[in-house]
């Protein structure tokens, strides 16, 4: 079964793990949100592509959720030492890949055909695209003005009141080679428990511009959202305060009527199974099972669940 999984950096790359644990590799497309990425040190940065590629390539780090496992800090040390900014943390292992990325962007190589070479200097099989070539920039509206991403994500911790979402450039931008045919192809689509303000939605608004109108093409019973607030909150990461800030209260309830009008099943936590109606009352039919992923049998199972599920949606 062919299938396309939407995924940020964390959440989305855990379950595209477990889908890759089961899938032929030819049958998993991973599509990438972009709309962290950003320039540091004079280094160009894809947080979210690179804890996908990490991940599947079991690189990653265990217990941070980002970067490398086994790493070392003496350059970003060492910068600090001189005076240089230490916010955004990067590992000596971790630098490697953006000073290559960089080299190879300056050289104009677009950053779907980087990321095919890198996959596959990892060995990772299943085909990892970033949502766009071009530049798509997610700025935080807070209560102290517009933030770059990670200047909100990163810098600020998530501290600012946020009042909204917009992804600079996605006007201009198109879908990276391969995104509209993988699309096209696909039996069915997942929506990773990927935050769905910063994670999903910037890959969404790109999907928008594909001529094909995806969305619509054969009925939502094809597209499948797993939900990343678990008894209302966040495993990790700011989706339940972004929730609560804009005025609604966070759970997996207002997860599944974010995707009301685009995904026709739902899969939420089993702690949570008191929202089934309610979810099953928007139209959506869904599955209750265990979502939390704390180890790599953790992600297979609920990638199971997530096929077994659409199979019978289909
Ligand atoms: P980021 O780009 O690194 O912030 O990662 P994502 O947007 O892909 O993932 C962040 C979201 O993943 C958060 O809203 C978390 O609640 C959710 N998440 C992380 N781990 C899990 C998990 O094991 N299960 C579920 N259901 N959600 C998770
Ligand atoms: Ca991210």
């Not at 070539?133 to 933030?147: F, K, P």
């Not at 009527?257 to 685009?262: E, V």
């Amino acid at each position: 079964m062919k299938i396309v999984a939407l995924a940020g950096g964390v959440g989305g790359a855990k379950l595209a793990h477990g889908l890759a644990q089961i899938l032929p590799p030819e049958d998993l497309t991973v599509i990438v949100n972009t709309g962290d990425d950003f320039e540091h040190l004079g280094l160009s940065i894809s947080p979210d592509l690179d804890t996908v590629c990490y991940t599947l390539a079991g690189l990653a780090n265990p217990d941070m959720g980002w970067g490398r496992a086994d790493e070392t800090w003496n350059t970003i040390a060492n910068i600090e030492r001189l005076g240089g900014p230490n916010w955004f943390h990067l590992g000596d292992q971790d630098l490697a890949t953006h000073i290559e990325r960089t080299r190879r962007l300056k050289e104009c190589q677009p950053l779907s055909r980087i990321t095919r070479d890198f996959c596959k200097a990892w060995g990772i099989k299943p085909t990892v695209l970033p949502m766009s070539d071009q530049s798509i920039r997610t700025i935080v509206e807070t209560d102290e003005g517009e933030l770059a991403f990670q200047e909100y994500f990163v810098h600020r911790r998530c501290e600012p009141r946020t009042k909204g979402f917009r992804f600079e450039g996605v006007d201009k931008a198109k879908a990276a080679p391969g995104v509209g045919e993988a699309i096209q192809t696909a039996e069915a689509i997942v929506i990773c428990p990927s935050n769905p303000w910063v994670s999903i939605a910037p890959i969404l608004a790109v999907l928008s511009t594909l001529p094909e109108k995806w969305g619509e093409r054969e009925g939502r019973n094809q597209i499948v959202a797993v939900s990343p607030i678990i008894a209302g909150k966040a495993v990790k990461g700011p989706a339940a305060k972004m929730y609560g800030e804009l005025g609604i209260e966070p759970s997996a309830l207002a997860v599944a009527k974010h995707y009301q009008n685009l995904a026709g099943g739902f899969i939420l936590d089993e702690v949570d199974a008191k929202l089934e109606a309610d979810i099953q009352g928007l139209n959506m039919q869904t599955l209750v099972t265990k979502t939390l992923m704390q180890n790599s049998d953790d992600r297979r199972h609920l990638a199971e669940d997530v096929l077994d599920f659409i199979g019978k949606l289909l």
